[in-house]
């Protein structure tokens, strides 16, 4: 069948776009090499392909097509025949269906062999792919615990930075700590409670295993988490979403009220407005009185929105400030400047709290959030303190050291933030990355000493950590594998661990052990197509509806 697209875009009115299936295709083959076998004096191959109502071009790729040499010669020959053709197209658009409108786990597993009619050829009851699932889970917990093991010994003990955070799910937290440079997953668990005594002995015994030292965790205010820190020698960086959060918790939603209520009484004072110039005309007492009420109205609705304009700058602007380089000139910060940064623009926000009378809860949460911006503010003297220990370690001359400072550090800084900055922040930024680049690139130093001390920036700029992100996103993930299995258990619940950390990659083609551990490991999935036995072929049951009624009728005849 030929689906003729409707999309506009690239393609002459003259000759749309035809969209063929694999099947399709692998009939025209068919036909032009059996019409070419028989006319092959008689016909040229361009005068074959238009009789076929196929470009000769798009009929000679077809016929010399080739497929990727990491498949074998058998499945090569096999998916070009017509029968192979319709298995990928039957296979491809039962995935499809699964994963797009099916049900998830077992049940999606069943409709998927269904639907692909392979069914007839592997067991798809409940029971047979309960047990498959089962299997699967613990080669994954088993290959889990022997790559770590492995690769941990490889490794040389090394200090990380952790964003810790629990999950709520159920009647028990989830414990979730990942390393934040590579994304590795430390520890997820289900336990009695989120207490410090909890992290410390849920993480310990982790941290040992691995060969690594905790020296830095970044979370929220969580107490539990700052003093399981504390017990484990480590420093406790604050984020600073959840500080920005408190700040849209006590303004937004309150002055956003306020804001719509006075666009509601400007809209009715614009109704008066016009009922009085239709009745009264434009020089009545009346329609000036209507005119004026609606002029103050416009005035204090223009007023509440430049105040809810001026809270959400302010409020961004200290994510802006949080970086340890002037991000609009790259030159490095100190503790006390951020600090006076901070001041200023949360004067800002309690300014506008206060010129909007707002309620004493908003006015708790603005001062939970200036204690999380003190606590900040505490990490920052921390890391500034690291910073310049770290270039004294280097051992550089005055100028190199200089260097360092205004281009090595800014650019590493800039690189590693880089792919998670907004478009709009990207443009902004693209002048000055571009300049520290071509004062990197430029003289007087060796290509060589530039790529160490990149090195260095990098591993100095990785200390800096502003965001527990990986451990909200994980927490989310998790979450819907929670309402789509209905329950995680520990089997369960450590074979996603061993997914995260062994399977998935990112754009850079590493999993997070390849980056936590800087060494490969086995391939998860072909381990698993190796190793774990698949349901057999599937039996006809004595329940058969089929095979009750043909023995019924062998009883009849007898």
């Not at 059996?34 to 470009?55: G, Y």
């Amino acid at each position: 069948m030929e689906f003729v697209s409707n999309r506009s875009q690239n393609v002459s009115k003259k000759h749309p776009k035809i969209s063929r299936t694999h099947p399709d295709i692998c009939k025209k083959i068919i036909a032009f090499e059996e019409i070419v076998s028989v006319h092959r004096h008689d016909k040229s191959a361009r005068e074959i392909a238009a009789l076929l109502k196929v470009p000769n071009s798009t009929m000679q790729s077809w016929v010399s097509g080739k497929t990727s040499q990491q498949v074998s010669p058998e499945l090569v020959e096999f998916f070009s025949t017509l029968a192979g053709k319709e298995l990928i197209q039957r296979v491809t658009m039962s995935v499809y269906q699964v994963t797009h409108f099916g049900s998830g786990g077992i049940r999606g597993l069943q409709e998927f062999l269904k639907l692909s009619m392979f069914d007839q050829f592997v067991a798809s009851s409940y029971g047979a792919l309960q047990t498959f699932s089962v299997r699967c889970e613990e080669h994954l917990v088993m290959f889990g615990d022997r790559e770590e093991k492995q690769l941990s010994e490889k490794m040389k003990t090394r200090k990380v930075t952790a964003g810790l955070d629990e999950l709520f799910r159920g009647r028990h937290p989830c414990l979730v700590a990942i390393e934040v440079v590579s994304g590795f997953i430390l520890l997820e668990k289900f336990t009695e409670d989120r207490k410090a005594e909890t992290w410390s002995r849920e993480l310990k015994p982790r941290l040992d295993g691995l060969n690594i030292e905790l020296e830095q965790v970044v979370s929220d205010l969580c107490g539990g988490i700052r003093a399981s820190a504390k017990q484990l020698g480590a420093t406790h960086i604050p984020e600073i979403f959840h500080a920005q959060y408190e700040i849209s918790k006590a303004t937004a939603g309150a002055l956003a009220s306020q804001q719509r209520e006075f666009e509601k009484l400007a809209d009715e004072a614009e109704e008066k407005v016009k009922k009085a110039l239709s009745r009264d005309g434009e020089n009545s007492e009346r329609t000036k009185e209507a005119i004026k009420m609606r002029n103050l109205r416009k005035l204090g609705l223009e007023h509440r929105q430049e105040r809810c304009k001026k809270v959400r700058h302010a409020k961004k602007e200290l994510g802006r400030i949080h970086h340890p380089i002037d991000i609009a000139t790259g030159k490095l910060q100190t503790a006390e400047t951020m600090k006076e940064k901070f001041d200023t623009q949360l004067a800002v926000i309690d300014g506008a709290a206060k010129e909007a009378c707002l309620s004493t809860s908003c006015f708790k949460r603005l001062e939970k959030a200036k204690r999380a911006f003190d606590a900040i503010v505490d990490y920052l003297r921390v890391f500034f303190v690291f910073y310049h220990t770290f270039v004294r370690g280097l051992a550089l001359d005055a100028e190199l050291e200089r260097y360092f400072n205004e281009v090595i550090f800014p650019l590493s800084y800039l690189k590693m933030i880089w792919r998670r900055l907004p478009k709009s922040e990207k443009e902004a930024l693209r002048r000055l990355k571009e300049n520290l680049e071509a004062k990197l690139s430029g003289p007087p130093y060796a290509e060589e000493l530039k790529k160490k001390l990149m090195e260095k920036g990098l591993e100095c700029a990785e200390m800096f950590q502003r965001s527990s992100s990986c451990v909200e996103g994980r927490n989310g993930t998790l979450s819907l594998y929670y309402h789509r299995f209905r329950h995680l258990s520990t089997r369960s619940l450590k074979a996603l661990t061993v997914v995260h950390n062994f399977h998935i990659k990112r754009l850079d083609k590493t999993t997070a052990a390849q980056r936590f551990f800087g060494n490969e490991h086995e391939d998860l999935f072909e381990s698993l197509v190796e190793n774990v036995r698949i349901p057999g072929k599937p039996q006809q049951q004595h329940h058969d509806l089929n095979k009750r009624l043909l023995g019924r009728k062998k009883r009849l005849v007898a």
